[in-house]
């Protein structure tokens, strides 16, 4: 199992930035893929990004696609979401999961077993 903590969150302006982190702790030397996620008030939860154990493979979901960076640290067991050009869309609470081994980058929520406890995300127009 993998312990979860983000942080980063706040209040931006529109097309402002601000950058999340995700630190991992427990069974970190285990290979593991991070995702993060965003939930909005009255919306389901939906995928952002996605990276491999080793980083070299990122996939994201096509509204944040060219202005969020997903990245890790393997050293420093943390893993990072870079948002640029923010929009009041983006407005959510925003998690960190983690998934098991290699292979391919898991986009369902159900294919990540570790989520920290989520950082408020809020863009004012």
């Known amino acids: 199992q993998v312990q979860l903590v983000e942080s980063g969150g706040g209040l931006v302006q529109a097309g402002g930035s601000l950058r999340l982190s995700c630190a991992a702790s427990g069974r970190t030397f285990s290979p593991y893929k991070m995702g993060w996620f965003r939930q909005a008030p009255g919306k389901e939860r939906e995928f952002v990004a996605a990276i491999t154990w080793s980083g070299s493979v990122t996939t994201y979901a096509d509204s944040v696609k060219g202005r969020f960076t997903i990245s890790r640290d393997n050293a420093k067991n943390t893993a990072y979401l870079q948002m640029n050009s923010l929009k009041s869309e983006d407005t959510a609470v925003y998690y960190c999961?983690?998934?098991?081994?290699?292979?391919?980058?898991?986009?369902?929520?159900?294919?990540?077993?570790?989520w920290g406890q989520g950082t408020q995300v809020t863009v004012s127009s």
């Open positions: 999961a983690a998934a098991k081994g290699w292979g391919r980058l898991p986009l369902d929520a159900l294919e990540y077993a570790d």
